[in-house]
C-alpha cells in the first residue's frame, strides 16, 4: 500500500513538470504582452538568403530597379543584394517610384524550390 501512495504521488508531481517543459515557445516570459514578434535584426539580401526563415519580418533600405511581372519587382538593397519584391496590387503602391530610395517592411517567403522573395507591406519613400 506504501508504494502504491508513493508511487501515485510521484506520477502526480511529475505531469505538471512535462505540461511546463511542453508549453509554447515566445510566450513564456510574464511580462503582459505576446513574446517572439519582435522585428527580426536582418537588413540586408544576403542575410536574407543565409539566415531567413518563412513568414519572418524583415526592415530593408534600397531601391526598387525594375519591374518582372504585373505585382514582382526587383529590390536592390543599400549593399547591392538583389531579392524579388512583390506589391500587391490590392493597395496603392503610388508612392512607390523607380530608383528612389525606399525602406520596406516585408514578409520573407521562402521555399525549398525557389529563391526567397518578399511580400512588402509598408514601404516609406526615404528622400522625403
Excluded at 514582382?72 to 543584394?81: A, N, P
Amino acid at each position: 500500500m506504501r508504494k502504491t501512495w508513493i508511487a501515485a504521488t510521484m506520477c502526480a508531481l511529475m505531469v505538471p513538470g512535462f505540461a511546463l517543459a511542453q508549453s509554447p515557445k515566445g510566450f513564456d516570459r510574464p511580462t503582459g504582452k505576446p513574446q517572439g514578434f519582435e522585428l527580426s535584426t536582418i537588413t540586408s539580401v544576403a542575410e536574407i538568403k543565409k539566415n531567413g526563415h518563412d513568414d519572418q519580418l524583415v526592415q530593408l533600405r534600397g531601391r526598387f530597379t525594375r519591374q518582372i511581372s504585373s505585382d514582382k519587382y526587383e529590390f536592390v538593397d543599400e549593399k547591392g543584394g538583389k531579392i524579388v519584391a512583390e506589391l500587391d496590387d490590392d493597395y496603392n503602391w503610388s508612392h512607390v517610384v523607380k530608383d528612389q530610395p525606399m525602406e520596406i517592411l516585408a514578409e520573407i517567403d521562402k521555399n525549398h524550390f525557389r529563391d526567397p522573395e518578399l511580400e512588402v507591406i509598408e514601404a516609406r519613400n526615404m528622400s522625403k
